[in-house]
């Protein structure tokens, strides 16, 4: 059974940054691609980043340029590094196991395709 456990959230001030870590463990074979989630209470998750072990990585057009992803993927590893965070993305972060998913398809979802493996997810606050 894969297990996926995040780490790193917390709080900080607008402006700041933040680095959330993840470690997918449990499965027989080696995962080609992570990514990371965020939802906002009451809305649809949000696919923020994503990055496969060739190093091929994705980003939400509201979070280019301020976010970077990357990982271990022999370690099954994947890091968000957030910069310059604003007090609308305090929401709650949820790494996931793409499997052998392409990082664009893992990132944007496809109703005929759920990822099956999520993490707890961890929250970020960011004050104004």
């Known amino acids: 059974q894969v297990q996926i456990m995040e780490s790193g959230g917390g709080s900080v001030q607008a402006g700041g940054s933040l680095r959330l870590s993840c470690e997918a463990s449990?499965?027989?074979?080696?995962?080609?691609?992570m990514g990371w989630f965020r939802q906002v209470s009451g809305k649809e998750r949000e696919g923020v980043a994503a990055i496969d072990n060739d190093g091929k990585t994705t980003y939400a057009d509201s979070v280019k340029g301020r976010f970077s992803i990357s990982g271990e993927d022999t370690k099954n590893l994947v890091y968000l590094q957030m910069d310059s965070l604003q007090p609308g993305e305090t929401v709650m972060y949820y790494c996931?196991?793409?499997?052998?998913?392409?990082?664009?398809?893992?990132?944007?979802?496809?109703?005929?395709?759920?990822?099956?493996?999520w993490g707890q997810g961890t929250q970020v606050t960011v004050s104004s």
């Open positions: 996931v196991d793409g499997a052998c998913r392409p990082v664009t398809r893992l990132r944007r979802g496809a109703p005929d395709d759920p990822i099956e493996y």
């Open positions: 449990g499965s027989k074979f080696r995962t080609y691609s």
